[in-house]
């Protein structure tokens, strides 16, 4: 059976999606594209796969078909893909780890989904994300995390309470900081077994009363003309510093 009307309840449900009331009601998201579909279903997150009239069936899950008019309806690329699935949340976990990264309201979905691919390139444990940071299920950037988010332990928390827990753990803190600090290059090894690394958003970096609370500033030494770099940049090359 094919689902033709855009008033059917699944249709629906699936475009309402698209927004992040929507998600956070529901507790689902969409994927789009056989590798971000794939790698749902590595993580048993898949609850359903929504398909084109005549695709095939490629995994073991329940499923629907659609009409292309739907797909393009439900899809937020410019060029639809023939397979979605819906998916579950993540469940919400405690901190894992020793090496962990914070994002203070960090606000670009390509930002967040590039620093979510580096952290698990580099071997970040938990990411936190600080309220106010854009939504994780925004599918920008699920689409940007390559199928990543899918293998890291994020979670969301406030930021100043996540600090105090962290330093209880003896976790140092490090404070990414464009204007002064210790250059990423000159920690020893010591400093890069256990820590939690704090970024900041696009515009004004780690605020002032977070950089209060670290333990070290960190900064990475470049040519003096240019003042900052985009923070998903400057996150990739801290962590690949951290991770030496």
Known sequence: MVITSLDNEKVKKYRKLKKRKYREEYEEFIVEGMHLVLEAFKSGIIEELIME????????????YVTKEIIDKISDLDTPTDIMALCKKLPDRDIIGNKLLILDEVQDPGNLGTILRSAKAFD??????????VDLYNPKVVRATQGMLFHLNVISRKIDPIIDVIKNREIPVYGSSVDYGMDVCELNQKDREKYALIVGNEGNGVRATTLEKCDKRLYIKMN?????????????????????
């Not at 005549?54 to 899950?61: E, F, M, Y």
């Not at 970040?124 to 940071?133: A, G, M, P, R, Y």
């Not at 003096?224 to 030496?244: G, M």
């Open 124 to 133: 970040i444990d938990t990411v936190i994300l600080s309220e106010n940071t």
């Open 53 to 64: 009239e005549n695709a095939a069936i490629p995994l073991p899950c329940p499923y629907v």
């Open 224 to 244: 003096e003309r240019v003042e900052s770099l985009n923070v998903a940049v400057a996150t990739s090359i801290l962590l690949y510093e951290l991770n030496k």
